[in-house]
Each structure stands twice: as structure tokens, then as C-alpha cells.
């Protein structure tokens, strides 16, 4: 399973993720407290939005592990951006390690990003693709359970693909979970899904924290909320209010593992579905999937 952390608030560096924390992203690529397997080294990426300049996010991935990557450790402290995706993977068995399967992944001015997998993947791979649009099939780069559940999304978004509210984001998430369980269910799974799901406008955001009900706790997420987060002299720390009056949106960070050890890192409730709107608000939704509950 991989790790991932995203932020949406006032700018900072990729590095205020990527390196600074004392639990930072490229630290659990190496050292992952909350998986068996403490290595996450099988490529990473990052995506970030620079809405002065356009839409759709900039993307930069790595089949390298993260902390070997020089081009990380250059490019991370410069980067600057209000909403930042964040990702090192540890490959699903049987899955191949390349750079086009390394998240996030985008599709027009959407970013996406997934720590989990799909129960019985080879299974139903086929059936899963055969329902695709041509659209979005062909969006599809690489061989991963995670870019085609993105791909998925695409298509439960269909004609609000260029203006889709939030709502319909948080819709399509629900709606792609489901048809996963019910393809799982229909090839005779007894294994779990873990979709622990990060989608993005660059200005909201749809997080999942889901895996097959009765089967096992899945895979962790933590989400942490304040005014403004900060990383100075090596500490990085979240403050209770704005910094600027002017502004009043809190600062929010959802990610696999806390990247601080100071207080406020909250467990997100196991299937239920978290929205963030352009203010900056949180929403906790259940998430109901009774295609295999029991």
C-alpha cells in the first residue's frame, strides 16, 4: 500500500510536505509507521495547481523511490502552490513499476491520487474496462487498479467534466466505489477493497476513506485542520487562526500518516467521504456500499 498527503490552504512550498515535516513524505517512503511494510519505493509524484497560468495541474513523477530523488530535493523547496498532491507507492503484486503508474494522475483540471487497491484486480480488470467511454478509456496510460478507478470517475462525472460542483464530484466517488464492490462481488471475491481516494479541482477536494465493510480496518487517513500550517528552521506546526484577517479559510492537510507529531491530527471515520469546499469547510458523509456487506 502506498502513502499520500494533500493540502489545500495559503501557499507553501511542496517541500513543506515533501521534506520539512518530521514525518514528511519522503520520510514514509522509507520509514511508514502504520503499514507492515515500512517501504514505499517504487516511483512518486507530485501534482500541483499554478491556477495564474492555467487550469489543469502541473505533474512530476519519478520511478526512483523519493528519497534517493535529487530532482525532489531540488525542485520541492522552489514549487509553491495553495493545493498540493503529494505520493510515494508501493506497488500492488503484479503490477509493474514505471513512471506512468506512479500517482497522481490528471485529467484535465483534475488531479487524482489512491493508497489502497482493487480486490481481485486481474479479475475484473477487463469487465471494468469494457464499460469505459472511449474518452475515458483513453485517458488510461498506464496498467494500475488506481488510474482506471480515475478513469472511472471521469466517466460518472460525463457532461459536468468542465464545471462539475462539488457535490457531483463527492457523487462520482460514491458512485465508482460501488461499481468496483459490485464487480468484485460479481467475480466471487472473498478479498477486500482498500479505496482510501483523493480527487481535486485544485480549489475543492473529495477524500474517501473506504474498504470493504466487515472485512478489516483498511488502510489509515488522518486529517488536520487550522489557520495557517507552517514549516520554519526545520519545525512545521499548524496554527489556530488565519494569519491574514483578510482571509478567514482554514488550512487543511488530509494524509496516510500525521506528518507532525503535534496535536490535531484527526482519524478520518472508515467509510465515509470527506468535502471540502472552495471556503475551505469540511464535510463528513458516510459512505453506504452494501454490495458486500456480509
Excluded at 498540493?84 to 491520487?113: D, E, W
Excluded at 474518452?135 to 478507478?149: K, P, Q
Excluded at 480496518?217 to 488565519?242: F, K, N, V, W
Amino acid at each position: 500500500m502506498c502513502r499520500f498527503a494533500f493540502y489545500l490552504g495559503p501557499e507553501i512550498s511542496l517541500a513543506s510536505l515533501v521534506v520539512a515535516p518530521d514525518h514528511s513524505i519522503i520520510h514514509q517512503s522509507f520509514h511508514a509507521r502504520e503499514r507492515e511494510e515500512p517501504l514505499n519505493g517504487d516511483g512518486y509524484g507530485v501534482a500541483w495547481y499554478e491556477p495564474a497560468i492555467r487550469s489543469e495541474p502541473v505533474l512530476f513523477r519519478e520511478v526512483s523511490p523519493a528519497w534517493s530523488s535529487a530532482n525532489l530535493a531540488s525542485l520541492a523547496p522552489v514549487a509553491n502552490s495553495e493545493c498540493i498532491l503529494a505520493h510515494v507507492r508501493a506497488a500492488t503484486s503484479g503490477l509493474s513499476v514505471s513512471q506512468l503508474n506512479c500517482h497522481p494522475f490528471c485529467y484535465k483540471q483534475y488531479a487524482f491520487m489512491h493508497n489502497g487497491e482493487v480486490a481481485s484486480f486481474a479479475s475484473i480488470k477487463r469487465r471494468l474496462l469494457a464499460d469505459l467511454s472511449d474518452r475515458a478509456y483513453h485517458s488510461i496510460d498506464g496498467s494500475t487498479d488506481s488510474e482506471l478507478v480515475f478513469a472511472m470517475i471521469i466517466d460518472a462525472l460525463d457532461a459536468q467534466i468542465n464545471e462539475a460542483s462539488l457535490e457531483q464530484m463527492a457523487e462520482a466517488m460514491g458512485l465508482v466505489i460501488e461499481q468496483v464492490e459490485k464487480a468484485a462481488a460479481g467475480a466471487g471475491s472473498t478479498h477486500s477493497s482498500h479505496l482510501n481516494l483523493v480527487l481535486t479541482n485544485g480549489t475543492e477536494a473529495v477524500i474517501s476513506r473506504y474498504a470493504t465493510p466487515n472485512t478489516d480496518q483498511g488502510q489509515t487517513l488522518y486529517l488536520h485542520q487550522g489557520g495557517r500550517y507552517h514549516c520554519i528552521d526545520g519545525t512545521c506546526s499548524m496554527s489556530e487562526a488565519p494569519e491574514l484577517a483578510s482571509d478567514p479559510r482554514q488550512t487543511i492537510i488530509a494524509a496516510s500518516e500525521p506528518l507532525t507529531s503535534e496535536a490535531g491530527w484527526q482519524s478520518v471515520p472508515m467509510n465515509h467521504l470527506c468535502l471540502i469546499n472552495q471556503q475551505r469547510e469540511v464535510t463528513m458523509r458516510p459512505l453506504h456500499s452494501n454490495v458486500r456487506n456480509g
